[in-house]
């Protein structure tokens, strides 16, 4: 059996990419995040873990031995902003946790580093100046590197969900580095991924339901900590749970029972509801992964994570590199 190969994971939020890159054979040394809830899932389903509630931008490597001269940096990143690209650094925090990871990589200085954040930062001339620090930096430290973009759905998730995927190695294993491949010939449709546990409590229509919910899931949204309640996303994704007979405007607290009747109107209001964990079946979190707190605060951390089957194929993907033969 090949050894476990070591990371650091940043803004590890509830644990999405971290457990993905376990299942592929990733050990992490030291998980990081700001937020104390996002901690206590991490330490909740994995109390061995070394996990660090701390800001990034406070994170001093040399006082954490154990992260330096890993294997892998990685970071699953709040998406940057547009407005970003033409501010300062610091009066986006968003942007600013992108530069301080970068920054990571000169004092732990990682055989490879993964950043996960949105498509439009690997092409759009409105992040040109930040995705022009980004490689310079990589380039100085002699890493070379690699944009893509990954759809969540094809890796098995029930989701329409675009990654843009930034991948750097030292030299000597970036040759032997190949974005995933899908895993998947047909996507999964919402209906297939929620028909049993919409049926859990005995409500005769989740078949009926199932059937014509035949579309993949939009985007889940997690929304910022600033918003109110927990909803599934802005208008336009509103309307696409909608035509699935879907109520996006708020979360259920529990899935229909037998005396449910499904009124199949087109009003959203009277549609029905899913719930936090049926959320979390949508961004393929293992069944037996606990997301801890209050409803909102629960959809935040899945909204916001990357879905554990990417992480999973872009952590084989990188473990086929990083044991590859080095050139002499």
Known sequence: ??????????????????????????????????KEQACETLRTNRPRWKVLCEDLIDFLPEDHPESLDVDLLSAGLPRVKASAAVG?????????????????VHAIRPRALLLENLP????SPAYAEIRGFIEAELSHLGYRFRWFVLNAADFGVPQERMQGVLVALQEPWFDAFVPPAPTVGEHV?????????????????????????????????????????????????KRAWARMGV???????????????????????????????????????????????????????????????????????????LRSPVRA
């Open 189 to 237: 449709s919402v209906g297939r991924a929620l028909h049993r546990s919409m049926g859990a409590r005995g409500w005769p229509e989740a078949d009926v339901w199932a059937s014509q919910a035949r579309a993949v899931a939009p985007t889940l949204v997690g929304g910022s900590d600033n918003r109110g309640g927990a909803d599934l996303g802005p208008t336009g994704t």
């Open 120 to 123: 439009a930062l690997l092409d």
């Open 88 to 104: 300062r650094a610091d009066s986006e925090p968003e942007l600013r946790l992108l530069t301080a990871t970068v920054y990571l």
């Open 1 to 34: 059996m090949a050894e476990r190969l070591g990371f650091v994971d940043v803004c590890a939020g509830a644990g999405g990419l971290a457990s993905g890159l376990e299942r592929a054979g990733f050990s992490p040394v030291l998980l990081l995040d700001n």
């Open 247 to 321: 109520n996006g405007g708020a979360l259920a607290d529990q899935v229909p029972g037998p005396d449910y009747h499904w009124p199949r109107s087109d009003d959203m209001a009277h549609m029905l509801k899913i719930t936090v964990d049926q959320a979390a079946e949508l961004q393929s979190f293992p069944p037996d992964w606990r997301i801890t707190g209050q409803k909102t605060a629960r959809y935040r951390q899945i909204g916001h994570a990357t879905p554990p089957p990417v992480g999973t194929a872009l952590g084989v993907a990188l473990a086929t590199a």
